[in-house]
């Protein structure tokens, strides 16, 4: 069975995102983040991530792709420091995908978060990442929300 990602108007993609306390749910959730993003990265070679809401889940879970092939999931994740604001060029593949937005992102950031297995987890990402606009999903914010659109 085909993943589907949910897609604007749909309000899951406007409510806050619940925090994870059933980790056997978030390893399930995981699991299909993981499909959809993994099916997408053939198309697209730069920074990609999903959050749980945009594949029907209302839970603080995000997949990253770091590099080629390697994925991190990020269980109630927190971004604790941010730092070197730069304008970037993105879009979502919950919105139409002609559209583009610029909004302000940065490029170095340290997220701390939970692993699948509950453990306590803190990464430094360097250069552009997804992390944000996933972050944005979880609290229900689109990147149309907060950027502006690049006819």
């Not at 085909?2 to 406007?14: G, M, R, S, V, Y």
């Not at 995102?17 to 399930?28: D, Q, T, Y």
């Not at 080629?68 to 604001?85: C, G, S, T």
């Amino acid at each position: 069975m085909a993943l589907k990602i949910i897609q604007e108007p749909d309000t899951l993609l406007h409510l806050k995102c619940e925090p994870v306390v059933n980790f056997e749910e978030a390893k399930h959730i995981a699991g299909e983040l993981l499909t959809v993003i993994k099916s997408v990265s053939k198309w697209r070679n730069r920074w990609l991530g999903f959050a749980a809401n945009q594949i029907g889940y209302s839970k603080r879970i995000i997949a990253l792709r770091k590099v080629k092939n390697e994925y991190e999931i990020l269980v109630n994740p927190i971004l604790v420091e941010k730092r070197f604001p730069f304008p970037s060029i993105e879009k979502c593949y919950s919105l139409n995908p002609k559209e583009k937005y610029l909004v302000r992102r940065y490029l170095w950031t340290r997220v701390k978060y939970q692993d699948l297995n509950s453990n306590s987890r803190e990464m430094t990402l360097r250069g552009p990442s997804a992390i944000y606009q996933e972050m944005d999903h979880l609290d229900g914010i689109l990147v149309s929300e907060v950027g502006l659109r690049i006819l």
